[in-house]
């Protein structure tokens, strides 16, 4: 899969949506934030998981999101960021014709 389709806002996206954590703040490219994973609406599982990758291989948030999807761990967010964008394309060409 070509990762470099994908901008920086769908990179955080994709972090986010399972996580449950806000990663639009985050700078992909430095060290992967430290998540407490004991906060009711974060995925404490997933979490502790990719901080087991990131400290075992030294990742940044970046490179988590591409062994994610190098992995098809994200088959199903994809899909659903697909389904997602065509929602926002049609409701902007519905606007254009009022």
Not at 69 to 98: N, P
Request: hydrophobic letters at 40%; charged letters at 25%; proline letters at 5%.
């Amino acid at each position: 899969m070509n990762t470099d389709l994908f901008s920086n806002s769908i990179r955080r996206y994709l972090l986010a949506k399972p996580s449950g954590d806000d990663f639009s703040p985050v700078d992909l490219d430095g060290p992967f934030p430290n998540i407490n994973t004991t906060q009711p609406d974060i995925n404490g599982a997933l979490i502790e998981r990719w901080k087991t990758l990131v400290n075992a291989e030294n990742l940044t948030a970046r490179q988590v999101i591409e062994k994610r999807l190098r992995s098809y761990e994200l088959i199903a967010d994809v899909f659903e960021l697909g389904q997602h964008t065509c929602a926002v394309d049609h409701e902007a060409s519905v606007l254009a014709t009022v």
